[in-house]
């Protein structure tokens, strides 16, 4: 069975500074991952995706993801946080039947301090 | 092209009242997803439809009825709601291209159960 598990509710990164949110997944197949972000009172946004074409994954607004099999993560960086990265972030993983469905993380709240 | 909307964006019930939760996209995808996302929660997958006319349950489908007569549509119905009905429910579509297809996410709806 397919599940994602996100470590950290809220991180707290200065404006300029590295942004790391961690994302591990669990899957029997190989995986589809993706990230999302949600802006305050809006739907979720893609920001990335995996599809094993290659192990770092180029997103939208700076940030990337690096796929890594040995340790079963997709974490997600941005090396410089602007104010507007304030949002929260999910980790997903596409499930295994027909449905094509994702399977989300409990999502991390990112705040980005002036 | 307008995405995927949905309607209201909030509602108030009582419990035991019942209502109907509107979703369209205009991107011609057979696939169409509900999900509820509750505090702290992630998202789950209520229902989902790979083509008109063809429905099936995901993760917490009790409470919920879903009907598929178009490509376009895809409403959910609350019957006899409850206090644990109160979350945020979103309404997603997806082409039918494999694993690593894009969700697309409408806005939301906001329901309380009092």
């Known amino acids: 069975a397919q599940s994602v598990t996100q470590l950290g509710s809220h991180v707290s990164v200065s404006e300029g500074a590295l942004v790391l949110l961690r994302c591990n997944y669990s899957?029997?197949?190989?995986?589809?991952l993706f990230w999302y972000v949600q802006y305050p009172n809006q739907g979720l946004q893609l920001l990335l995706k995996?599809?094993?074409?290659?192990?770092l994954v180029k997103g939208i607004n700076g940030f990337e993801a690096e796929f890594k099999k040995s340790e079963t993560s997709f974490h997600l960086t941005k090396p410089s946080a602007h104010m507007s990265d304030a949002a929260e972030y999910f980790c997903?993983?596409?499930?295994?039947?027909?449905?094509?469905?994702?399977?989300f993380g409990t999502g991390t709240r990112l705040t980005v301090i002036p | 092209n307008a995405g995927v909307t949905q309607t209201p964006k909030f509602r108030i019930l009582k419990i035991g009242q019942s209502m109907t939760l509107q979703c369209a996209q205009d991107?011609?995808?057979?696939?169409m997803y509900w999900y509820r996302q509750d505090p702290g929660m992630g998202l789950k997958l209520i229902y989902y439809?790979?083509?008109?006319?063809?429905?099936d349950k995901g993760e917490v489908p009790n409470g919920y009825n879903v009907s598929r007569s178009t490509t376009e549509d895809f409403p959910l119905r609350l019957e006899l709601a409850a206090p644990s009905q109160t979350s945020v429910y979103f309404c997603?579509?997806?082409?039918?291209?494999?694993?690593?297809?894009?969700?697309?996410f409408g806005p939301g709806t906001r329901l309380t159960v009092l």
């Open positions: 997603a579509s997806s082409p039918a291209s494999g694993g690593a297809s894009e969700q697309f």
């Open positions: 899957s029997s197949v190989p995986p589809y």
């Open positions: 995996y599809t094993s074409a290659a192990t």
């Open positions: 997903a993983v596409r499930g295994e039947t027909g449905a094509n469905n994702l399977f």
């Open positions: 991107m011609n995808h057979n696939y």
């Open positions: 439809s790979v083509g008109a006319g063809i429905t």
